[in-house]
């Protein structure tokens, strides 16, 4: 007889604290629909007033009616929270109020139009993160969405309707929510309702039913919109699995979900305009898969070089990717092919994903040099990591819908590439046969064309070899080409004699130029280094000197000076007022102000990030226009301050290396603290067991002295009980 599956007790732990999270946290329903006009805010209007029947306090915080006298008849009855009037530049903007919905405190609060923009210098950028705060804060939370401000479905929809939407939502957002509405509605009746004057205006009306209500377009939307929910509706079947598989006493057949143990996905991010385009694909497959993914950008001593505009773009990109769920890395490395190779083996990826720039509008030679340059791309990472699958994707001018099925034949049909992968030979061959080319199409123009002339023809060769091979094939084509530029058109011709000095200095600059080439991939490579060994360093000293601290000022000071020194500018950390014997809940703490507030520091987003345990200020998307950046200390056990930072150069910060040093800094401060709180609390508990001790000792002392005469007078009583009483 088969023993009976007992339950993982990591797993019943895990299960456990997700349980408590949710025990506190508000619940979010999401009235998702695949456009407007479906009756998302009618349902959920609706839904409202029913809770208001059974009793629940129920509060309108936004409900968008789109002026539909329907949808507005429903809001009679329920109370509808003010909007805050915000002044932006000659009108006001009336915006959900926060902190009136925070102090009001209801069950049940409806937050309409979740992919909504605030006004600037709003707490928080988009209303999504209104509602996370919300969550936070314990109270439920209905909302609507369309499909098209999906961010992964963002780049889908618009190839789709040819009308990009810039209001989105991170995909976690709705993979997140607690229950998912789906409010449908056929092409048809949607498009009966839009001539009838239900969703928009009539003047609107009629050109919206040209462009983006065209029935092919809401057939195609409906269907990614019915295919979003079916995947919601399988992760809360896995989920169920789990918490079942896990659950003592659990009915024998729910047997444990079947896991997916398909390796991760990595985006390679370009410096080209498709970027944003591959990271929302890879976004999206690694939803289907069920897998964690990856973004990286690897930074050559070329690209190194871009405009300032350009790598901010990139930077938006993997900024972009964090919002979608991806871990980001910078990677610095002269070949391209070979450092995505190696950091996907590292990451254990199955799949890598390239973008591919689009031809339309662009010049031919440049067409040409970028059909040249695809393939070779990805024969070297095939060659480097045969085992990688390699997905392409199409440019946003030409992208079509890929169908499921079709995309796993593409994934096996990339495997096979890999493994028929090329070898290297063939560069050197182009190199050889290009220097011959070269040569027999200048030796009939010797006494046209000046030697100079020539000398380009050869130097044209070699940038080909470098740009399409790399350096190996480049080298051997700068030597061929030296050498029958010497032997067959400098006098004397047919011999390795110059008569002319002149050519000398051709020659050097030619080798010059390759030289100066692999200078700088070796300056470029020990730049890379210098800065990986100064963060290291900058780690290990701030590790070395927090292991000699033994008080939280001490510790603030060292860390303040550590961050300041690596990322100028200046720095304060600002901790808990907590009792060195307490151990009660993190609630109970509460941040300790600057004696000094230095010149822009502002307290209360310094509380606000200590108290939600979320980064704020510059660089993040809460009160974004602050010049600090603050860090909430989150020790193992719970937050311990907030590390305050005005960098000397505010950029870095959207750079993932200088952003995960910042965070690793951080932690190291705050189990520091934790470290010494504790050591306090023991202390103390040495000091009250030692207290307890002498208190004990001093009554066992005094009882001693008390007992002894006590017993003598009850002798004597009792001897004077026995006497005869006197006559």
């Avoid at 009235?31 to 998302?40: D, H």
């Avoid at 909504?116 to 950028?125: D, F, G, K, Y």
């Avoid at 200390?633 to 305050?644: E, Y």
Wanted: proline content about 6%; charged content about 20%; some cysteine.
């Amino acid at each position: 007889m088969a023993e009976p599956t007992r339950p993982d007790p990591d797993a019943l732990l895990a299960q456990l604290r997700a349980e408590e999270a949710r025990a506190v946290r508000g619940r979010l329903r999401i009235y998702f629909g695949a456009n407007a006009g479906v009756g998302k805010t009618w349902a959920m209007l609706s839904a409202a007033q029913r809770e208001r029947t059974a009793a629940r306090d129920v509060l309108v915080g936004v409900a968008e009616t789109h002026g539909r006298a329907e949808t507005a008849a429903l809001l009679a009855g329920l109370p509808v929270l003010p909007p805050r009037a915000v002044p932006h530049r000659d009108r006001t903007l009336h915006e959900f109020d926060l902190d009136a919905a925070l102090a009001r405190r209801p069950e049940v609060l409806l937050v309409d139009e979740l992919a909504h923009s605030n006004a600037p210098r709003s707490r928080h950028a988009k209303r999504w993160q209104d509602v996370e705060e919300l969550l936070a804060a314990g109270i439920d939370v209905w909302s609507a969405l369309n499909v098209q401000h999906l961010e992964s479905l963002n780049g889908t929809v618009g190839a789709i309707t040819g009308i990009r939407v810039h209001e989105t939502v991170p995909d976690r957002v709705l993979d997140e929510a607690d229950e998912v509405v789906l409010v449908d509605a056929t092409p048809d009746e949607l498009a009966a309702r839009l001539a009838a004057g239900k969703v928009y205006l009539p003047q609107q009306a009629e050109r919206a039913a040209q462009n983006f209500f065209r029935k092919g377009n809401l057939i195609a939307l409906r269907e990614i919109a019915l295919r979003r929910t079916a995947e919601h509706v399988e992760d809360d079947v896995r989920d169920w699995r789990v918490e079942q598989s896990g659950t003592p006493g659990a009915p024998a057949g729910d047997a444990p979900p079947a896991w997916h143990t398909s390796g991760a996905v990595l985006a390679a991010i370009g410096p080209g305009e498709e970027a944003a385009q591959t990271v929302r694909a890879a976004a999206r497959l690694a939803g289907q898969l069920n897998v964690r993914w990856h973004a990286a950008y690897v930074e050559t001593p070329r690209l190194a070089r871009l405009p300032a505009a350009q790598r901010d773009r990139i930077l938006a990109v993997l900024r972009l990717a964090q919002e979608l769920g991806a871990e980001t890395a910078v990677l610095s490395s002269a070949d391209v092919a070979q450092a995505l190779a190696d950091h996907a083996q590292q990451l254990n990826c199955a799949t890598l994903i390239l973008g591919r720039a689009g031809d339309a509008g662009a010049a031919p030679w440049r067409a040409w040099l970028r059909r040249l340059g695809r393939p070779v791309l990805a024969r070297r990472i095939a060659r480097a990591a045969p085992g990688l699958d390699l997905i392409s994707i199409a440019p946003a001018d030409s992208m079509r819908r890929l169908p499921r099925a079709a995309l796993g034949s593409l994934r096996a049909g990339a495997e096979d590439d890999a493994e028929r992968a090329p070898a290297r030979w063939p560069g050197f061959a182009w190199a050889a046969a290009s220097s011959v080319a070269i040569t027999l199409l200048a030796a009939p123009l010797s006494g046209v064309l000046e030697l100079t002339n020539i000398v380009m023809l050869y130097l044209l060769g070699v940038v080909g070899a470098a740009w399409g091979f790399g350096r190996g094939p480049a080298a051997l084509a700068a030597a061929l080409n030296v050498v029958a530029f010497d032997f067959f058109f400098v006098q004397p011709t047919f011999s390795f004699a110059v008569s002319d000095v002149q050519y000398l200095l051709t020659f050097a600059v030619i080798v010059g130029l390759l030289v100066g080439q692999l200078t700088a991939g070796l300056r470029f490579s020990a730049g890379v280094s210098a800065s990986r060994e100064r963060r290291a360093q900058s780690l290990f000293e701030l590790t070395r000197e927090l292991s000699a601290a033994l008080e939280r000022a001490q510790v603030a000071a060292l860390g303040a000076a550590a961050v300041q020194r690596h990322f100028g500018g200046e720095a304060r950390v600002l901790l808990a007022d907590m009792a060195p014997g307490a151990a009660g809940a993190a609630s109970q703490d509460h941040l300790v102000p600057p004696a000094d507030a230095p010149e822009g520091f502002d307290f209360s987003v310094a509380d606000w990030a200590f108290r939600h345990g979320q980064p704020a200020g510059l660089g993040t998307a809460t009160l974004a226009a602050q010049p600090w950046h603050y860090v909430p200390l989150s020790a193992p056990m719970r937050v311990r301050g907030v590390l305050a930072l005005r960098p000397a150069r505010p950029r870095w910060l959207l750079i993932p290396e200088q952003a995960q040093q910042l965070d690793t800094l951080a932690r190291q401060i705050a189990i520091a603290v934790e470290r010494v709180h504790y050591v306090e609390v023991a202390q103390q508990a040495v000091v009250d067991i030692e207290s307890e001790r002498l208190r004990n000792a001093l009554l066992g002392a005094l009882s001693h002295d008390v007992r002894t005469p006590l017993t003598a007078l009850i002798g004597l009583a009792e001897s004077l009980r026995t006497l005869p009483p006197p006559l």
